[in-house]
């Protein structure tokens, strides 16, 4: 089947689509000050990850929070305990191939926490009073939007809906075989 350029025509579909995508990988140094002077570390997890997020011109901020709990030894390595701290933090996203046509009252944004908080050590302070945790964490993001996709279509006027339907076929065999 041969088309001709006045048998194409195109249709707009209004649809939600993504819009806009980014990710960021980051670690962070914090500072958590124990009730005792530790001596040293038996261990550091992190729990109870939130965050929210908001679309700011061409990228999207995260602010999110997770408890770090570390156990220490103290008191030259006799008794000990478990320091705990809420930390926040604030990611700007940039992202990728934003579309500037897409409708900016449909806007959502959408995170995935590819890489969970973890942490990455734990050390003592010079001065023995305080815990330094590296963290690291790593976000995705999507921009969803509602925009207008352009697609092209075609009359089969000739046609009867049998042949048509043959061809079809003809068609997506020659697919198969060349996916092959």
Not at 143 to 153: A, E, I, N, Q, S
């Amino acid at each position: 089947m041969v088309l001709s350029g006045k048998d194409l025509t195109y249709r707009e579909i209004v649809a939600n689509a993504v819009v806009g995508r980014g990710s960021k990988y980051s670690q962070t140094t914090y500072t958590i000050r124990p009730a005792n002077r530790p001596t040293t570390i038996g261990g550091c997890w992190i729990m109870n990850h939130s965050y929210e997020a908001e679309l700011v011109g061409d990228y999207v901020e995260v602010r999110g929070r997770f408890d770090v709990n570390v156990w220490y030894s103290y008191n030259g390595n006799s008794e000990t305990a478990v320091a705990k701290d809420t930390v926040s933090y604030v990611e700007q996203i940039a992202l990728h191939d934003l579309d500037p046509t897409a409708d900016r009252d449909s806007r959502e944004v959408m995170v995935k926490v590819v890489q969970a908080p973890n942490c990455l050590d734990a050390t003592v302070t010079g001065n023995g009073s305080e815990i330094l945790v590296r963290c690291e964490k790593e976000l995705a993001v999507e921009v969803v939007g509602r925009t207008k996709l352009c697609v092209v279509t075609c009359e089969v006027a000739d046609k009867k809906d049998e042949e048509f339907l043959e061809d079809e076929e003809e068609l997506l065999e020659d697919v198969e075989l060349q996916e092959r």
